[in-house]
């Protein structure tokens, strides 16, 4: 405030002596920063008494008149430049918020569709998850088609798990979480992805910490590889390599205490950084129409935050993708000791 007064004070001098346009263009500029600063209008009359106190000091060649005129226009300068500045800027943000009630309006009309879509969806499952389980009874356990009925079932479990993810993920449920031990419930859910995995693809899972336990959902974290690593193969247009790895995190990632961090990179083309920034907003997706919902990462970051844990992105263009899980340790796996 003290650095406009002075400012609003100076320009005042050099217009009231020479009526320099320049000087009036100044305390636009003032009038404008006064509003970016949020100042109230009535700190106005304080820079006004200041600026004239200024010129009063002085002895002017210009009749008593003349002075208190030009010192009038630079008070209607700094007047009209700061309505219109406050006008401006009462536009954006209303326009701001009618942008956000209409962001809010879709993303309540898109989790109703979605909503429903899940359940019809977790209608269908039912019969294949009871046709697969009955056929498990009926078939040799050593034959080809237990396998095969095996991996239907188990497709079905885990479909209808990602199902109810999304429906707790729409209605803010709170998971029921436990001690789970991480590179054991890794390797399950990986060697679940790899069901998926497309012949020009290959999936890694590299273990380094097998002894860590964390608080956390069997089913949850398959959703979460799942998502990503689908994500990637997606990326990579259906030709690479996906990376998924298990290790003891940094203390710089987790300074609260010990955590596991679980890395799943591809070496696809990688995201610029405006799509990187919205990569883990709800329904946001590059892809073409009815080819992706956009919940894949939203709900992977809601999963996570519940776990108390945080998720990054690591990406440029022309160099992969890095998603990132850090995952706080709740203790050693006493079963290993």
Known sequence: MRELAQRYAEQMLIYVRSEDEAALAAIVGIGCEIVASDLPIEEIAGLQEEAVLAVSRLHWTESPEVVVRRSAVC????????????????????????????????????????????????????????????????????????????????????????????????????????????????????????????????????????????????????????????????????????????????????????????????DGPGMEAAVAAQAFEPFFTTRPPGEGTGLGLAIVREIVRAWGGEVSLDTAPGRGTRVTIALPVHHEDVGRA
Request: net charge positive; aromatic share 4%.
């Open 75 to 266: 008070l209607a300068e700094l007047l009209i430049a700061y309505s219109v500045a406050y006008r401006d800027r009462a536009e954006l943000v209303a326009r701001e918020r009618r942008r956000i009630a209409q962001h809010d309006r879709r993303l309540a009309a898109l989790g109703q569709l979605v909503g429903g879509v899940a359940h019809e969806l977790n209608n269908l499952l039912q019969p294949i998850r009871g046709m697969a389980e009955l056929g498990l009874r009926d078939v040799p356990p050593s034959g080809t088609l237990h396998t095969y009925f095996a991996i239907v079932f188990s497709s079905a479990e885990q479909a209808a798990c990602i199902v109810r993810g999304i429906l707790g993920y729409l209605r803010q449920e709170a998971p029921q979480l436990r001690p789970l031990a991480i590179a054991g419930a890794l390797e399950k859910s990986v060697d679940f992805a790899r069901i998926g995995i497309v012949p020009g693809l290959r999936l890694r899972l590299e273990i380094v910490d097998r002894d860590a336990v964390v608080i956390g959902d069997e089913s949850e974290l398959t959703q979460v590889v799942l998502n990503l690593v689908q994500n990637a193969g997606r990326a990579m247009q259906g030709r690479g390599d996906i990376v998924v790895r298990l290790e003891r995190a940094p203390a710089a990632m987790r300074p609260a205490g010990a955590a596991v961090r679980i890395t799943v990179g591809d």
